[in-house]
């Protein structure tokens, strides 16, 4: 299907925008999961900007999609996303991680646009699972005020190792949850290194297949990919779709990709380079 | 209130659970977003009349507990009224992470912690939930409620539907003597005093309710006059009741199936301590687990009988007097 490009130009734009969001953010709270953040950077501005239904003027409207941030510690980019998108004054990036600042060092709901508080990996899909549920429940009961979203869950890979992740994806399955889909930001790092050397995921998609789900595996950075494979999740009917996304942790800044940064402080030079490679 | 509310003598016996899904029955009809969840735990009639009439309304999610919870919490985010059931154990012990986060989120779900405390028959030390009260009552904005038989259950399950946030319930297993009249006004939150006493005050919750009122009337007996409080709610406990016990009467046992330690003789002696030093017992699990057996020998084993809470009544009225 051929692509607007003009579209995909402009999500493009908007992606390096919210890097640099971030990047000023870390730089004012002094630290943060620069790498986590960068490698889910399309995802969240594929999902934010162009593919989910959602009012931010209206952020308990009841038919929006919901987009649950499970790797909750990257949640620099996704108040980068909600901030451009107007859930909130751009003001409240200066105080990220602040005491008392609306965006607090791990997304909670507490924040407008945010519909999970994260922290505890491993419970984002189980959340997820609950509201993809809620539609199901209303179609099948009748019920005349039956609302109808998708949902979206953003896992890191890391985050698989922990039980209720698959705990979570068994129930999907087995209640056919095709309004739900998952994105695994597969950037190979986590917490103390490389997710191969801690425990090793693959074969991922077979795990994810072999639980009864439709799988794809595309290049987390390429905004076509990040589409299409979303519309094909929509279209998916009778189970639930996860999208293996492959991305570079720091993605975007050469020497933040180089040293896989994870939490990290901005120095100086970093903050340079940084301006100077997201114009 | 007062005796008013009791029975006569205790009615037939039944469980808490009983009175629990006789709730959720006249809740499937008079409220559509009441929502019904089972981590592989017996549904029992309820069950079986949401399976008839409301089938997509029943959801069991397999044996994974911590992953049940959280998943309520989605549901709530979606407008519904979820009522998660599993063993008490397994709700708190695989779960605790999970029940933090729905009250973080102030999230509309009622957690039935079933089976609840040291007198379960036979399960044994693995199933037999002893730090349930401590560990929930820390939980900034949980609602913790535990109900002394089965109509006292039952109005629980009604009353959380009517207050929006996460509630537990700590629900006995065994068969009990139902104590309370059907039109027993219940509240959350408020102490209901079973028998009026001036020589000391009995407070109790759940199960043990009905020992906490045998004991008094041993007491009785001799002479001995006690107040006997029912503390339905656990938190936010009614500390009211508690002062007034301090006031009036001078001397308390607390009594109760789970652990001393943060339990319901926690509540009472931190309130306690911080307003009217009076003597005080705790009775209940003393920092020790279960093991099988029946329920009389738990109770003999533990120190949970009509006699050793009369005793310790005794104990804290001679403590007042010297």
């Keep these: ?52 239904k959602h009012d931010p003027k209206n952020p308990d409207w009841p038919e929006r999609d919901r987009l649950i941030l499970s790797k909750a510690h990257c949640c620099e980019m996704l108040y980068a996303a909600l901030g451009e998108a107007g859930y909130f004054s751009k003001e409240h990036f200066n ?38 549920l809620v539609t199901k429940i209303d179609r099948y009961s009748g019920s005349l005020d039956s609302q109808k979203f ?42 103390t290194g490389k997710v191969v050397d801690i425990m090793r995921l693959e074969p991922l998609m077979e795990k994810w297949r072999s639980f009864s789900w439709h799988v794809l595996d595309i290049d987390g950075h390429d905004m076509v990919q990040i589409m299409d494979a979303l519309n094909e999740a929509n279209k998916t009917r009778g189970k639930p779709t996860t999208i293996i996304a492959h991305t570079i942790k720091g993605k975007g800044v050469p020497s933040f990709e180089e040293r896989r940064l994870h939490f990290t402080k901005i120095t100086d030079d970093m903050y340079s380079e940084a301006m100077e490679v997201l114009r | 209130m007062s005796e008013k509310y009791l029975r006569e003598h205790p009615g037939e016996m039944k469980m808490m659970y009983t009175g629990h899904n006789e709730a959720l029955i ?27 009439k409301f089938p997509h309304r029943l959801l069991n999610l397999g044996i994974a507990e911590g992953n049940m919870i959280t998943v309520a919490g989605g549901l709530a985010a979606g407008g519904k009224i979820p009522f998660t059931h599993c063993h008490n154990i397994f709700a708190i012990g695989r779960g605790y992470n999970q029940i933090r986060q729905l009250a973080f989120d102030k999230l509309n779900v009622k957690i039935v912690l079933c089976n609840s405390g040291m007198l379960w028959s036979f399960m044994g ?38 207050y929006d946030g996460p509630v537990a319930i700590r629900i006995a297993q065994p068969e009990v003597p139902v104590i309370y009249d059907e039109d027993y006004p219940f509240e959350i939150g408020k102490a209901v005093k079973l028998k009026e006493g001036s020589d000391l005050t009995i407070f109790s919750t759940g199960i043990m309710v009905l020992e906490a009122l045998e004991a008094a009337d041993l007491l009785s007996k001799e002479g001995i006059d006690a107040r006997v409080i029912d503390m339905h709610t656990l938190k936010p406990a009614d500390e009211i009741a508690i002062k007034e016990a301090a006031l009036e009467t001078g001397a308390i046992v607390t009594v109760e199936d789970s652990n001393i ?62």
């Design chain 1, 150 to 191: 998708n949902v979206y869950c953003i896992l890191g890979d890391g985050e698989c190792d922990e039980g209720q992740v698959w705990e979570a994806a068994l129930v999907a399955s087995h209640f056919e949850l095709d309004n739900l889909t998952v994105i695994v930001d597969r950037n190979d790092y986590q917490s």
């Design chain 2, 26 to 52: 006249e809740l499937a009809e008079e409220n559509e977003d009441v929502v019904i969840l089972y981590a592989d735990f017996p549904q029992d009639e309820a069950g079986k009349y949401f399976k008839n």
């Design chain 2, 125 to 162: 030390a693995s199933h037999q939930m002893i730090e349930d009260i401590a560990s929930l009552r820390a939980v900034p904005g949980l609602t913790l409620v535990s109900p002394a038989d089965a109509v006292e259950a039952k109005k629980t399950s009604k009353a959380v539907v009517e």
């Design chain 2, 261 to 322: 330690l943060g339990g319901l003789g926690g509540i009472v002696a931190e309130v306690v301590t911080e307003n009217v030093l009076v003597p005080l017992q705790r009775i209940g699990a003393i920092d020790r687990f279960g093991q099988t057996g029946s329920i009389d020998e738990l109770k003999a084993e533990y120190n949970l009988t009509k006699i050793d809470i009369a005793k310790a009544a005794k104990e804290v009225v001679k403590r007042k007097k010297s």
């Design chain 1, 1 to 52: 299907m051929p692509h607007d490009e003009k579209l995909i130009k402009d999500l493009e734009e908007k992606a390096k925008a919210l890097r640099r969001h971030v990047i000023n953010m870390i730089n004012k709270a002094g630290m943060g999961w620069i790498g986590g953040s960068f490698s889910e950077t399309e995802i969240i501005t594929c999902l934010l900007f162009h593919h989910m």
């Design chain 1, 95 to 132: 105080s990220y991680g602040k005491f008392g600042a609306l965006l607090q060092a791990h997304s909670q709901t507490t924040t407008p646009g945010v519909e999970y508080s994260g922290g505890s990996l491993g419970t984002g899909l189980s959340f997820a699972v609950g509201e993809a």
